[in-house]
């Protein structure tokens, strides 16, 4: 869902693709260290990105971070 997000992208679709993110990143990492550290990587990969990407890059570092 990540990969097609445009600028055109709707909330729901955003939503969407967040939680593509925070599931990859939760089924990649090994321990809550690696969680943290794949949100860090979003939260930078983020400014490589602009429009819906972007946002929903930072929404899934934010909600990942927040689930401490």
Known sequence: MFDSLDDNA??????AAVSE???EAHDRAFCRETLLM??????HEAAHHHGAKARALK?????IRSDE
């Open 10 to 15: 709707t909330e729901e679709q955003i939503g």
């Open 21 to 23: 993110l925070i599931q």
């Open 38 to 43: 794949l949100a860090t990587n979003y939260w």
């Open 59 to 63: 929404w899934a570092a934010q909600e």
